[in-house]
């Protein structure tokens, strides 16, 4: 029997090159970044198919039980947009690009039907519980005062933008379009951060935030040096905020639409 050893030739080993650290990070980045997407195009889906809800009862209401479930979803997959966007980046811009993809409306009109504008109609019950738990915490009388005083600096700045909204054509000219628009997008932005610091207070107290994300005041990148994506979230935002007062206090938002149709002759 032979019981020589079959001649085997060797091959070199193939010349593999080691993913580079900084290859890796770019692929982790990348990765990360498809999951914020990811859960912004899944947000945007619970968006549309809460709109097709609201579509459905007509002018009957949704139940407080029904509409947190949807808020809640929604909530925790703008959270996870958030969290995944701050990993990799801290650009107003880039951030901007991504919550793109949750924009469920491109029409204005179709705005009252997200889940952040009908919030609204929970907004004198999340007030009370805020009201509550301020008075309830440990703090100085002052301080609690302070905090009181929030609430209601949000209130009489959303009425006065309701106002400003419906203001009369001789009224803009009296005071100057341009003058106008000025007061009416510093009272916009005054607005939004109210809402979004009244919503970031409610997180500390653990209680039911007023809306389910906060939202992007047009000041705090110059007008003249605004991006495409951070237009579009600007535009977004300070029409779905509009329709969440208009749902919060639509006697206010009544009043001033009818005066205005009066005073302008569209009666």
């Not at 009370?128 to 949000?154: H, P, V, W």
């Not at 610091?197 to 653990?206: A, G, I, Q, T, V």
């Not at 906060?214 to 991006?227: M, R």
Request: charged share 35%; net charge negative.
């Amino acid at each position: 029997m032979n019981h020589e050893k079959p001649n085997i030739t060797m091959q070199p080993e193939a010349n593999i090159e080691p993913v580079s650290e900084e290859t890796e990070e770019a692929e982790r980045q990348e990765n990360i970044k498809w999951e914020a997407e990811f859960a912004a195009r899944q947000a945007r889906m619970i968006q549309e198919e809460f709109g097709e809800r609201i579509d459905s009862l007509g002018s009957e209401k949704m139940t407080r039980e029904e509409f947190e479930k949807w808020e809640d979803r929604y909530r925790k997959k703008y959270e996870k947009i958030q969290t995944k966007t701050s990993m990799i980046t801290h650009s107003i811009n880039e951030e901007c690009e991504i919550a793109k993809g949750a924009v469920a409306y491109a029409d204005d009109g179709k705005l009252y039907k997200t889940i952040e504008a009908q919030a609204g109609n929970y907004f004198f019950e999340r007030q009370t519980a805020l009201s509550d738990a301020i008075k309830k915490s440990g703090k100085t009388e002052a301080e609690k005062e302070e905090e009181l005083r929030q609430i209601e600096n949000f209130v009489a700045a959303a009425h006065e933008h309701i106002q400003l909204k419906y203001m009369a054509r001789e009224d803009i000219l009296k005071v100057g379009v341009e003058q106008y628009e000025q007061t009416r997008v510093s009272v916009h932005n005054k607005t939004l951060k109210m809402l979004n610091y009244l919503n970031n207070m409610c997180n500390l107290y653990e209680i039911t935030p007023f809306t389910a994300r906060n939202f992007l005041p047009s000041d705090i990148v110059d007008k003249n040096h605004q991006t495409l994506a951070e237009q579009t979230i600007m535009h977004y935002d300070r029409h779905i905020v509009e329709k969440y007062y208009a749902i919060a206090f639509p006697d206010a938002a009544r009043k001033a639409e009818y005066r205005f149709r009066r005073e302008n002759g569209l009666l």
